[in-house]
């Protein structure tokens, strides 16, 4: 499909990898996470659901965060590697708008949920005594829902602009997913005003919520760092540092990718730490939020009969 019909109003997606048998074994390991992903984030949905002690803000905050991570995996993997195998990179125009408005609810339904999560860590540690009040059943809903109608007026406003763009040069996109910015340089119009829009976005759904983050999470670690118990001190400043560092891996590359000038971009680069966010954390979110939690080890003794000796 190196010839591209220019009269036609579907876009190619170069894709991620090679069409080799590196390619084809890098795949394969893309679909096994993919699979681990969505098992672990199943999982994770189930248990809190069936399991009345996990019912609470911490995990039903969780259980989003799976879901998000769920919906996250199926808008890009299933069609990088159909396109993989089947050797047909095109993507209708319709289809681009469609896994590009998904993508976009995902990634800032997200980035204020993981802000939620750890605001909720903060009220839980540092005031535990207003914990039931600050942390309510109502303020938990009104999170998530907030979340979820921000991400989506947000998406709606990027791709409605993405698609009223005149694509008058190739429409090969360098990328394995819809991703609007990578769409860009294919315009025939100055987009210096939707470069504007991405930077606001980014600002407001990403790096402000890092940045709250940091802070809480700093203070919750000032406050682990005072505790009594040597243990307990240790055990808490491993399990935040290790959740703050997956933050990380999801916050950086995204930010790091959509705030940099145009002329700045690569799009090889832009792949490889699209992978972070879009793959690797919804893997990693599962098992860092499970394995280390002795709640969720416990819930899965009583749901699925493992784990039983750590009970």
């Not at 190196?2 to 080799?20: A, H, M, R, Y």
């Not at 997913?177 to 980014?202: K, R």
């Not at 699209?274 to 979110?285: G, H």
Request: charge should be positive.
């Amino acid at each position: 499909m190196e010839k591209w019909n220019q009269t036609s109003n579907d876009f190619i997606l170069l894709g991620l990898f090679p069409p080799n048998r590196t390619g084809l074994l890098l795949l394969f390991l893309i679909v096994l996470i993919f699979f681990l992903a969505s098992v672990g984030n199943l999982a994770m949905i189930y248990l809190i659901r069936l399991d009345a002690r996990l019912h609470t803000p911490m995990y039903f905050l969780l259980s989003q965060l799976s879901l998000m991570d769920l919906k996250y995996l199926s808008t890009t993997a299933p069609k990088m590697v159909f396109n993989f195998l089947s050797g047909q990179k095109g993507i209708s125009f319709l289809g681009c708008g469609v896994q590009s408005f998904f993508f976009l609810i995902m990634a800032c339904s997200e980035g204020l949920l993981l802000a939620s999560m750890a605001y909720d860590r903060y009220v839980a540690i540092c005031h535990p005594l207003h914990y039931c009040i600050r942390m309510s059943k109502r303020m938990c809903v009104k999170m998530i829902v907030g979340s979820w109608i921000l991400g989506s007026i947000n998406s709606l406003a990027h791709t409605a602009y993405a698609l009223h763009i005149p694509y008058c040069r190739s429409r090969a996109i360098n990328h394995f997913f819809c991703d609007v910015p990578a769409m860009l340089p294919l315009a025939c119009m100055d987009t210096w005003v939707y470069e504007y829009m991405v930077f606001v976005s980014t600002s407001l759904f990403l790096l402000f919520p890092f940045l709250g983050i940091t802070a809480s999470y700093s203070r919750v670690l000032f406050a682990v760092y005072h505790m009594q118990s040597r243990d307990g001190r240790k055990k808490a400043f491993t399990t935040r540092s290790t959740h703050l560092t997956i933050l990380t891996f999801y916050y950086a590359p995204f930010v790091y990718t959509y705030l940099r000038p145009r002329n700045l971009r690569s799009p090889a680069e832009d792949k490889i730490l699209a992978v972070f966010y879009t793959i690797l954390t919804p893997m990693l979110n599962p098992i860092i939020y499970s394995l280390g939690n002795k709640e969720v080890l416990g819930a899965m003794a009583r749901v699925f009969g493992i784990f039983s000796s750590m009970k």
